[in-house]
């Protein structure tokens, strides 16, 4: 067996993420002059998990602006997605927004202004209209399941609480964090959500955040959106992407297409094995490494 044909470990920390087989792989590609292509189970919904993060921090840009820097860092972390460690040293600012840590501060901010209701309500809102499909729900039973277990996301919480960066009771800010992780979506209303980030923040001739804010987000999401693996996806694909656990990948092509793959085993960084595979493929035989010349 060659090692790509391994398909990597499904999560299990969750029943309803255990039980999807490995077998599954779906992939969708939005052009920039709106065509789709799609190939496998790109119709089927799945858990987006830490994908969510990056509209959540979109959400949040549109809420607070900048400020939003003055609580969660634009590094990439070296970390596991999940990991306390650099919290102590950095006095309670995560590395990034795609960490579990920022990713509850970004919540947290949210919150400053919303109810988690309200929240959560303008999150389905949101990547619903850039998606263009009214069907997007949120998985309750994977939202409760991941306040069951989510002991870590606790302990982040009320570590970062204790340094004064989350303001919320932590009940709240993790119930808003677990629904956003608790989106499901296909391949194919993911590419579709992620065309904003493709096209210079504008979806579907609507300008949804400046063309300044979406290099920006790339940006991030090409240092920090794979984690302590980013800089190998960065290194394979040349595209900004941002993982989940549920196996799903969205990619972004710069003014050429909006990419989301699904194959839910993941390697050990925690992100899609044949995913990454894929998105790697794509681009050798594309050229759409956003280092390519133009
Ligand atoms: N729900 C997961 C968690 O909080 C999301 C993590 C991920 O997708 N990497 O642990």
């Not at 052009?31 to 189970?41: K, R």
């Not at 970062?160 to 800010?173: D, I, K, S, Y």
């Not at 799903?248 to 989301?260: D, E, F, R």
């Amino acid at each position: 067996m060659r090692a790509h044909e391994h398909r990597g470990k499904v999560a299990d920390y969750i029943p309803a993420l255990a039980a999807v087989p490995d077998s599954k792989f779906g992939i969708a590609v939005v052009l920039h002059d709106g065509t789709v292509h799609t190939a496998g189970h790109a119709e089927e919904p799945f858990s987006i998990q830490s994908i969510s993060k990056v509209f959540a921090l979109t959400l949040a840009l549109g809420a607070v602006g900048d400020q939003l820097w003055q609580r969660v860092g634009r590094e990439p972390s070296g970390s596991a997605f999940n990991s306390i460690v650099q919290l102590e040293t950095e006095h309670g600012i995560p590395r990034n927004p795609f960490i579990n840590a920022g990713a509850i501060v970004v919540c947290d901010v949210l919150l400053g202004r919303l109810q988690p209701r309200e929240a959560i309500g303008q999150m389905l809102r949101f990547v619903r209209m850039v998606a263009g499909d009214e069907s997007i729900a949120i998985d309750e039973a994977v939202a409760s399941a991941e306040q069951d277990t989510g002991f870590r996301n606790m302990a982040l919480a009320n570590y970062m609480r204790a340094f004064g960066n989350v303001h919320a009771p932590v009940e709240l800010v993790l119930g808003t964090y677990f629904h956003f992780c608790a989106l499901a979506m296909s391949c194919r209303q993911l590419a579709m959500a992620g065309r904003y980030l493709m096209d210079g923040g504008r979806s579907d001739g609507h300008s949804v955040i400046s063309p300044r804010r979406a290099r920006r987000i790339n940006a991030l999401m090409m240092s920090c959106g794979h984690y302590d693996n980013s800089g190998d996806f960065a290194y394979r694909t040349g595209l900004p992407g941002k993982s989940g656990v549920g196996g799903g990948i969205l990619a972004v092509a710069p003014g050429i297409a909006s990419i989301a793959v699904w194959s839910p085993g993941l390697n050990p960084s925690g992100n899609s094995h044949l995913g990454q595979i894929a998105l790697e493929r794509l681009v050798q035989r594309t050229g759409w490494s956003v280092f390519e010349p133009r």
